[in-house]
């Protein structure tokens, strides 16, 4: 029974429904799956995946400059995917922070009875706010799946500066010959 009234009494907290409904209307959400799906997408077209070295030496300068610029494009839009999330997510971090902090302070004594450690008190206010951690790790998976690619956009960028070095170093060595 303790647990139920604990339960009841949060349940109705004013600034917990107001926050469960702005998760309903979608207020902390983006459309994560869709950013996945572009992100691999530009991921899996982007041109320096596919430079080979027959296409390296025979069209150089042009191959290496339309996959330097494509990678400086999906680079930028990868970017503004990661911001657009952290934005969402620091708004979303914010208020569960506070709703968590007044759920504690406010319901203290209802949860003493039947919710003895800290950990039961957290994951009864955890419970409640689900919808809002969901969002929370969807925003976190697509900022961590954007750095992989960022990463690998960056490590390209080297290893094409890499190639144009020792064509450089080939091409003093013919002059010099």
Known sequence: MAK????????????????????????????????MFDIGNMHRTRLARNLKTKTVIQKFQVSFIDA?????AYRARIVEIKMNCFEVLSQLDQYISLLKKHLKATYAENMKVGYGTQADRDALIDSFLEPG???????????????LV????????????????????????????
């Not at 951690?133 to 750095?147: F, P, Q």
């Not at 390209?156 to 500066?161: E, H, V």
């Open 68 to 72: 330097d610029l494509q990678n400086i």
């Open 133 to 147: 951690l969901m969002s929370k790790k969807k925003l976190e998976a697509t900022m961590s799946y954007a750095d």
């Open 4 to 35: 139920l009234s604990a339960h009841a009494a949060i349940s109705g907290d004013k600034k917990l429904r107001k926050f469960l409904k702005r998760c309903k209307q979608g207020a902390f959400t983006l459309d994560t799956k869709k950013m």
């Open 150 to 177: 960022i990463l690998d956009i960056d490590q390209a960028g080297f290893a094409l500066k890499r190639i144009i070095t020792v064509m450089q170093i080939a091409q003093e060595k013919r002059s010099s010959v």
